[in-house]
């Protein structure tokens, strides 16, 4: 943030001593806190003078009904970028994260929806996160489980322990043992592949299979109907979140009008949804307050990490009011980011 490089190291340590007393207290902070909490060694009236100048340039907020000032986003973002010493994790809350997640081979579903409730608790924020994107996972069976006359159920078991179903209708004459044989065909011949190149292949993979008019009739089913067949990248399931709980509690959601936009963030999950995808395979991620692209967004600020193995990404990380202590939650997000990343296998 190069604007605030050129703040004077006064300014730098007046502009710290604000931010972290607002994020402890969530009061306006006045001179005489700040002159106590910069050690700069000069009069509550100098500092008051410099934190006038931080507000003219758009660092502090100057409450109608308070002598105290607040950070704006870009004081946060000069904090971040500059000011901040990261806190690691302490030894217990690293305990609680390795207690409180799945052991290597647990389904990534349940790690990643663990890892969010606990994240938010340690951060008192919502812990929220996204499953990994499917294109790239590997099949590693395939279950056809007829459960009427006409409709077949498909059961995806994916590495790492992802597990999704949908129904495929077929012709009704199409008889059980034919279900059977096709499915071992479909898992010779598929299995140990991704979704992507199924999608790309499958014509290819099948042209010989299916001995018998029924069992040809159920492949070229599958072949016609590859796209939606092998594209699991539809419906929500993907975003996990936290309980809001947490976040509810904090001062900043005491009117019901931050209230109700914390709840429909939370239930209809269409925004979160949309942004968190965007950040696979981005690493560590800060956007706060009006960084986000989304009005509705402009209030809070979003922490996130992406996690990677093989062919696996998705992001962890946390939702709350730009008012969040960055040092310790950061770095409990990307630890959190690491130990995801160990237990998928």
């Not at 096709?182 to 290819?204: C, D, F, H, M, P």
């Not at 730009?322 to 998928?344: A, N």
């Amino acid at each position: 943030m190069k604007d605030a490089e050129s703040l004077t190291d006064r300014q730098l340590r007046v502009l710290a001593a604000v931010i972290e007393a607002y994020i402890e207290t969530a009061e306006p902070t006045g001179s005489r806190t700040v002159a106590v909490r910069s050690r700069l060694g000069v009069s509550p009236a100098t500092i008051r003078s410099t934190m006038n100048d931080l507000e003219r340039k758009g660092y502090l907020f100057h409450p109608h009904t308070s002598a105290g000032r607040i950070p704006t986003d870009r004081a946060y973002r000069a904090y971040v970028d500059l000011l901040m010493r990261l806190s690691p994790p302490s030894m217990a809350e690293r305990e609680a994260l390795s207690q409180e997640l799945p052991g290597t081979g647990g389904a990534v579903e349940e790690v990643l929806h663990r890892a969010a409730q606990v994240l938010g608790v340690l951060t008192q924020e919502l812990g929220v996160g996204v499953a990994p994107a499917l294109d790239e996972i590997v099949l590693e069976r395939l279950e056809l489980v007829r459960v009427a006359s006409d409709r077949l159920l498909l059961v995806f078991n994916l590495e790492s322990g992802v597990l999704r179903t949908i129904f495929v209708q077929i012709p009704g004459a199409i008889a059980s043992e034919v279900v059977h044989q096709v499915a071992q065909v479909l898992n010779e011949r598929l299995a140990g592949s991704t979704l992507k190149a199924i999608r790309k292949s499958l014509a290819q993979r099948l042209r010989d299979a299916g001995h018998t008019p029924e069992g040809r009739e159920l492949m070229n089913i599958f072949i016609a109907e590859r796209e939606d067949i092998f594209d699991l990248s539809g419906g929500g399931e993907d975003i996990v979140l936290g309980s809001a709980q947490m976040l509810a509690d904090q001062p900043e959601f005491a009117s019901n009008a931050r209230m109700r936009g914390l709840l429909d963030l939370t239930e209809r999950r269409d925004l979160l949804k949309e942004v968190l995808r965007d950040r696979r395979r981005a690493g560590l991620s800060i956007t706060i307050g009006g960084e986000n692209l989304d009005s509705r967004l402009s209030d809070f600020t979003l922490v996130t990490a992406s996690y990677e193995r093989g062919g696996l990404s998705g992001v962890i990380g946390v939702l709350g009011p730009t008012r969040m202590p960055y040092d310790k939650i950061i770095g409990l997000v990307e630890h959190t980011s690491r130990l995801i990343e160990g237990l998928l296998t």
